[in-house]
């Protein structure tokens, strides 16, 4: 008796152990802003994610996140603005989705709904900088000049490579690119490579810009952590493909985490 006792003990505590180390599963969809504001450096053309084509597509996209089934849906949204998006949530659906095309409705909302869940999570962080102006001008004191044109030939060449994509590829296509290694490796890039180097060796303005990226996106990062309960298997992170990109390199070095590639759950 007191054997099976003892196996009963130990069942559990290897039960234990096994949940503990078990990692949430997070699906990072980095996607292009739907409605497309036009407040990137960047400036690309508008696709239209309204059109019959797209909505199936949505319908498909969304009906596979279902599938994986996160516990919570995390978006680009002012997280000192959840009341707000709360009561947007609770809005009449079908009418968001015929006349909003954002992709936290197209996306975000749609698949929150289909899985029963109560409310989306915001966790953008919107006080930090982003001194894009002070940059070029201290690029253009400093007589960096090979630098001004590497970067006017980054930014064209991402102009001119998105509105070719944009003619030609579906929506699932678009967002499956937007999650690639390349396109993820791109939009790191230029802060690391580029940016940085703006300014003379007194003037630290480029260094600062991508500082105060790292600092946005790390705080939306500790947004993730904190509002991830325990109970959460899975949870689903939809910004723009600029910072998924910067907090697929945090989750790296997170053992609690196992990233879930787009690819894999749209396959």
Do not use: C
Not at 26 to 45: C, Q
Not at 135 to 158: G, S
Request: aromatic share 10%; proline share 1%.
């Amino acid at each position: 008796m007191k054997k099976i006792a003892l196996l009963f003990l130990f069942t559990i505590a290897l039960h234990t152990v096994s949940a503990q180390s078990k990692k949430k599963q997070i699906l990072l969809l980095g996607s292009f802003h739907f409605e497309n504001p036009g407040l990137d450096v960047a400036k690309v053309n508008t696709f239209n994610v309204m059109s019959d084509k797209s909505q199936k597509e949505l319908e498909n996209i969304t009906d596979k996140i279902k599938k994986f089934g996160p516990d919570k849906i995390f978006v680009e949204w002012n997280y000192e603005r959840q009341a707000k998006l709360d009561k947007f949530y609770n809005k009449n659906t079908d009418s968001l989705l015929h006349k909003d095309a954002d992709e936290i409705v197209q996306i975000a909302l749609r698949s929150a709904k289909k899985l029963g869940h109560k409310k989306l999570y915001g966790i953008d962080y919107n006080n930090a900088n982003f001194p894009y102006d002070s940059l070029v001008k201290v690029m253009e004191e400093a007589k960096q000049f090979d630098l001004i044109k590497r970067n006017e030939e980054t930014m064209k060449h991402y102009e001119t490579d998105q509105n070719q994509k944009i003619a030609k590829y579906s929506l699932t296509q678009l967002l499956l690119d937007l999650n690639t290694k390349a396109s993820n490796e791109d939009n790191i890039s230029w802060y690391l490579e580029t940016a940085i180097k703006g300014g003379k060796t007194d003037n630290f303005v480029g260094a600062f810009l991508v500082s105060e990226w790292y600092r946005r996106n790390l705080y939306m990062y500790a947004l993730i952590q904190k509002l991830t309960e325990t109970k959460d298997d899975k949870i689903m992170v939809l910004l723009g493909a600029g910072h998924t990109a910067m907090i697929r390199e945090f989750v790296a070095h997170n053992p609690e985490y196992e990233i879930v590639e787009l690819a894999t759950v749209l396959k």
